[in-house]
């Protein structure tokens, strides 16, 4: 048993659910369960007494409280002492979208001297920075990946819906949503297949049969950009890409329906990290979050799953 497990302890006792507790905690309920059966062991006892709605202590459970909160009182105040001039440095990697919507001021806020945290950043395709993470190369990773296991856990954040994204003599927004069936129509710049919101959209053109016009296959945003503002092209990617052409009007875009192609985008984080850190980082992260999904500007809303 380690410290991270006297915290999950001590979560589930203060919000009596495992629900309730995972959420909090930012991971999936049956990894915290897991950890539980391990402390529960450690304790060669039962410490919850599962309940038609949530748990509740055991007696034994309930001596534990008291040890635990002092222990980790104990280390907090070890890992202030420790860390109190210098913080904490993470690597974090990044797909194109959050990159442009959200590091930006997540980065001012960490330069800010009365913040603990130090913020290196690094952009790739959400399957290249998941395997960076997993392998411990990269602290964190945003991107369009939702896993849990020994090593990896995935706080959700967000989702957003896929935009047909051209120039105004291309796509006229004033039609409204296009149909999927119609996308076929535009000369198309997409991401390579490496990429989730391209394999996205190739499942959808499998299952109905539609052969795409992909004229260019192109991973550099700004090249993408260049594609589009300059030589007609259309590309399907979330609106916050590319917000602030379209709020000048460089850009007309038009949200994909018939289906919607949503994505859903979380931190995934390594579990060495060290826990005062992802704390800090996930808390600045969902403020944000929070702060963009109010304004409805991008399209976001809470997370799909």
């Not at 006297?6 to 006792?13: E, H």
């Not at 996308?183 to 959209?201: G, Y």
Request: glycine share 6%; proline share 5%.
């Amino acid at each position: 048993m380690d410290i991270r497990h006297l915290k999950y302890f001590l979560k589930v006792a203060e919000a009596g659910s495992f629900v309730a507790a995972s959420r909090a905690l930012g991971i999936s309920q049956p990894s915290l369960s897991s950890r539980i059966k391990e402390v529960e062991a450690w304790a060669s006892q039962p410490l919850f007494r599962r309940l038609p709605r949530g748990v509740a202590l055991t007696e034994a459970g309930d001596r534990l409280v008291p040890h635990a909160r002092e222990i980790l009182a104990v280390m907090d105040r070890a890992e202030r002492a420790v860390l109190g001039e210098t913080g904490y440095a993470l690597s974090l990697g990044v797909t194109p979208s959050p990159g442009v919507s959200l590091v930006p001021q997540l980065l001012t806020i960490a330069a800010q001297s009365s913040s603990p945290l130090s913020i290196q950043v690094q952009q790739g395709s959400s399957d290249e920075l998941l395997d960076l993470v997993a392998r411990g190369r990269l602290d964190a990773a945003l991107c369009y990946r939702v896993i849990n296991n020994e090593t990896l856990v995935t706080v959700p954040l967000y989702s957003e819906d896929l935009f047909l994204v051209g120039a105004p003599a291309v796509v006229d927004s004033a039609a409204g949503d296009v149909p999927f069936d119609e996308i076929v129509r535009f000369p198309l710049v997409l991401d390579p297949r490496s990429h989730a919101t391209r394999r996205r959209i190739e499942e959808v053109a499998f299952r109905r049969k539609l052969q795409l016009e992909i004229k260019l296959e192109v991973e550099p945003a700004n090249a993408k950009r260049a594609m589009i503002e300059g030589q007609g092209f259309c590309a399907v990617v979330p609106k916050a890409l590319y917000a602030d052409a379209i709020r000048s009007g460089l850009f007309n875009c038009r949200r994909i329906v018939d289906p919607t192609l949503t994505m859903s985008m979380g931190l995934v984080v390594n579990l060495s990290v060290k826990q005062r850190a992802f704390e800090h980082l996930r808390a600045l992260l969902q403020q944000l979050v929070r702060a963009e999904i109010d304004t409805g500007d991008l399209g976001w809303r809470g997370y799909d799953g």
